[in-house]
């Protein structure tokens, strides 16, 4: 499902550079729940941004589904890529102030020419936001908003799941219920998740657990 072939990643040039990935090959398999772990400022953001594309590696290959999205070097490509298979819930939610809640869980099916307001609608109702569809992002708690990315993630019913710290914000009985909900999912449906996390709790969900240490991935389970 998603392969990473010689993967490295450095930022910046010449003295000044930082690599942040060197040379890391794994698989993560169709279905497959996985949890990443790390310290602070290990990269677990910028791997993520390398498998959606929003960034380019320096050197290595990855694939996701069966796709070569290192290859694709026109942006409408990587964007099509992205929004058909992918869904990512960003560290810090990344909703858009100036639409409404409904409107931003909307937003990647109408940029695939496919917008029913009625999904968007289901799906905030199924993370409790129901009510709260016409509110703007400013007018939201930080747990309500990291729920609305969630959804918005779903809404192009994803192949793969990138979520960065999605429940950084949420109770704990909100964070069971996202890893139980993204456990099913990977049961069910078939989706791929990859997941960042602080949380240790989160690996009893998951079926494998990587922690990102010294430009290495590592199994932890
Ligand atoms: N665009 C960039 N240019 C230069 N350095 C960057 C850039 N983005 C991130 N970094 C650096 O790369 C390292 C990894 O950052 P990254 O955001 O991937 O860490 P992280 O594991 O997600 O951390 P956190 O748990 O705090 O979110 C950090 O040292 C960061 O300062
Ligand atoms: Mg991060």
Same mark, same amino acid.
């Given at each position: 499902m998603i392969e990473l072939k010689h993967l490295t990643k450095i930022y910046g &040039?010449? &003295?000044?550079? *930082?690599?942040? *990935?060197?040379d890391v090959s794994l698989r993560f398999a169709r279905g497959q729940f996985t949890v990443l772990l790390g310290p602070s400022g290990s990269g677990k953001s910028t791997l993520l941004n390398l498998i959606a594309m929003l960034d380019v590696p320096t050197a290595g290959e990855i694939w996701v589904d069966g796709k070569n999205g290192t290859a694709l070097?026109?942006?409408?490509?990587?964007?099509? *890529?992205?929004l058909t298979k992918m869904g990512f819930v960003f560290q810090f939610d990344g909703l858009l102030p100036e639409f409404s809640l409904l409107e931003n869980v909307e937003l990647p099916a109408w940029m695939l020419g496919k917008g029913n307001p009625q999904k968007a609608q289901k799906l905030l109702e199924r993370f409790g936001l129901g009510e709260m569809a016409h509110k703007l992002p400013a007018d939201l708690?930080?747990?309500?908003? &990291?729920?609305?990315?969630?959804?918005?993630?779903l809404r192009n019913n994803p192949v793969l799941l990138l979520a960065d710290e999605p429940t950084g914000n949420l109770d704990a009985q909100r964070k069971v219920q996202v890893f139980e909900d993204f456990a099913r999912m990977s049961r069910e449906e078939g989706l791929t998740i990859l997941m960042v996390t602080h949380d240790v709790h989160a690996a009893d969900f998951a079926h494998a657990v990587f922690e990102l240490k010294n430009r290495k991935l590592l199994p932890v389970k």
């Open positions: &040039q010449g &003295q000044e550079n *930082l690599c942040v *990935l060197e070097k026109k942006e409408a490509a990587r964007s099509k *890529l992205r708690s930080g747990g309500e908003k &990291q729920r609305a990315s969630i959804a918005r993630a």
